[in-house]
């Protein structure tokens, strides 16, 4: 899996909030655009990244991820369709999430603590991914993406506002340095 890597979509960019498009051809371009992914995802040190945050408006997700028991997962997602326990029977993990397409700061979010997304893989087989721990944050954080919502869009208004800061803050450095 050799993959090009390429440049993570930032923040304000309009392909990261709006729904993306189901993917309806699953061919060698489909294929391609999973290798890239990764090689971007790793290239970034990621555990998941969404198509739209390499800029393309379609509905797969990439992951290499551990769950609760510390077991690597792995794979891609197409069309994922995203299933959390009934709320009588749902457990929060509140613990922090960050995002490669707002790099730099973190924030504190209870999301819940088992997720399971139902999908395809990337030749049109179906395929079920089920998750704890940090690989059921992942599949929550990535089917968002899918749906144009960012982890800072369930943030409290002060919470996002602080991140926000925070990221232009490191960009402004960023931009800062000689070269």
Do not use: W
């Not at 509905?59 to 369709?81: I, Q, S």
């Not at 144009?148 to 869009?153: E, S």
């Amino acid at each position: 899996m050799a993959g090009q890597v390429r440049p993570i979509t930032l923040v304000g960019t309009p392909v990261l909030h709006q729904p993306c498009r189901p993917v309806e051809d699953f061919d060698t371009t489909l294929r391609e655009l999973a290798d890239d992914m990764f090689a971007s995802m790793y290239e970034a040190e990621g555990v998941g990244l969404a198509a739209n945050q390499v800029g393309v408006n379609l509905r797969v997700f990439v992951y290499d991820c551990p769950d609760d028991d510390g077991e690597r997962h792995k794979g891609a997602v197409v069309n994922p369709v995203l299933e959390l326990p009934a709320l009588e029977n749902r457990r929060l993990d509140d613990d922090d999430e960050g995002c490669l397409s707002v790099p730099g700061p973190h924030a504190r979010l209870a999301r819940p603590d088992h997720a399971t997304v139902h999908g395809f893989d990337v030749t049109g087989r179906p395929v079920t991914v089920e998750g704890t721990g940090l690989l059921a944050r992942c599949l929550q954080h990535e089917t968002d993406h899918l749906e144009g919502r960012l982890y800072i869009d369930r943030l409290s208004a002060r919470s996002r506002k602080k991140v926000l800061k925070e990221f232009e803050a490191l960009r402004a450095e960023a931009d800062a340095l000689p070269g």
